[in-house]
């Protein structure tokens, strides 16, 4: 038994998934009779239940393995399925450093596990020496970092989260959701160095493609073996896989996309540090700003009334909201509303 496998847990080890029409016969070409599909067009067949053509085309983009590639309905899926793989509801635990993206905590809950909550340092960084008198014990199983994170839009240090993937016995996933507005280094090609890493990524950040809900978890085959067992067969609909694919196809326009928003942000980021109702806007990795404002639930109330609509953070970090950058002329109305509030 590998060690990975002793992070599983008992049900998952023993499973056998369940086997669809398109497991067991898997050429495009024939007559098919075998999935109690109408066979009358389009869209009448069942998706691919193993995106193969999606997995191939995101291996090329990214530079790593199909067999290292495991695709989820949105980043979301994955997260819950990493509890329902490692921990078991009711005895487990685990460890995130907040504030962060909320939805872990959501799917701790639903999988009744319990939370350990760092608070990140001053800097928004990981505290290593409050984390780590935890990494020995044997009932946490999990540890999500995000990186860069949300809603702080910092990079955690590197050197940290490769110490707490080396120290912790536990499964290390990094969610990168807005890692191609860092341009800071992967962790998605490192996944053969470490047996107890999982790094997320998904379409729906700089690819442009929320509403098709394509998540991507980059691993061992040794861990995406238990994702693909979990899974329920037809997790990415056609409709969405094709429209990854088109995506990835685009790839100057995407990129150059990228590269508006980075140059909007910080052009953002400079003129809402020059506006009196600010206090104070923190540096960004992602394709959102932390903002301290003067009053942030009034200044909140307010944008929406005038039809902008920002995320009002104040209730975890006091008087912080959280600002997507949005076009050009989207982020000057933005500009222009907050500079006609007096406070
Ligand atoms: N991770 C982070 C850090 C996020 O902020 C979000 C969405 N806001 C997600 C994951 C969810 O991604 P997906 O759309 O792929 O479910």
């Given at each position: 038994m590998k060690r990975t496998d002793k992070l599983v847990r008992p049900n998952v080890l023993k499973l056998v998934p369940y086997s669809c029409a398109r497991d067991e016969y898997e050429g495009s070409d024939g007559i098919f009779l075998d999935a109690n599909e109408s066979p009358y067009g389009p869209l009448n067949r069942y998706p691919d239940p193993r995106q193969h053509l999606l997995r191939e085309a995101i291996s090329r983009h990214r530079g790593i393995p199909v067999r290292n590639i495991f695709l989820g309905n949105g980043s979301d899926e994955i997260i819950d399925l990493c509890f329902r793989i490692f921990c078991n509801p009711g005895k487990e635990r685990a460890m995130v450093f907040t504030p962060t993206y909320g939805m872990y905590g959501v799917a701790a809950s639903v999988n009744d596990i319990e939370v350990i909550r760092i608070p990140l340092d001053?800097?928004?960084?990981?505290?290593l020496q409050a984390a780590r008198p935890w990494l020995q014990d044997e009932t946490l199983k999990l540890i999500f970092i995000c990186s860069p994170n949300n809603p702080t839009g910092n990079c955690m240090d590197q050197e940290t989260i490769e110490t707490i993937i080396r120290e912790f016995n536990g499964i290390v996933v990094i969610d990168e959701a807005y890692g191609d507005f860092s341009g800071k280094p992967s962790f998605a090609g490192r996944t053969g160095e470490f047996d107890n890493l999982i790094v997320m990524q998904t379409f729906s950040k700089a690819m442009g493609l929320a509403a098709a809900r394509v998540g991507m978890a980059f691993g061992g085959t040794d861990l995406l073996k238990y994702f693909f067992a979990m899974k329920p067969p037809y997790n990415i609909s056609t409709i969405n896989q094709e429209a990854a694919l088109r995506r990835l196809k685009e790839t100057g326009e995407l990129t150059r996309r990228v590269q508006t928003i980075i140059t909007e942000r910080n052009r953002l980021a400079s003129r809402l540090a020059a506006l009196?109702?600010?206090?104070k806007v923190w540096p960004s990795d992602s394709n959102f700003l932390l903002v301290r404002v003067k009053d942030a639930d009034y200044i909140y109330n307010t944008l929406a009334e005038r039809k902008i609509i920002v995320r009002n953070r104040s209730r975890e970090i006091p008087g912080c909201i959280r600002i997507t950058t949005g076009t050009p002329e989207e982020n000057e109305k933005l500009l222009s509303e907050l500079e006609k509030i007096e406070l």
């Open positions: 001053e800097t928004f960084n990981i505290d009196p109702v600010v206090e």
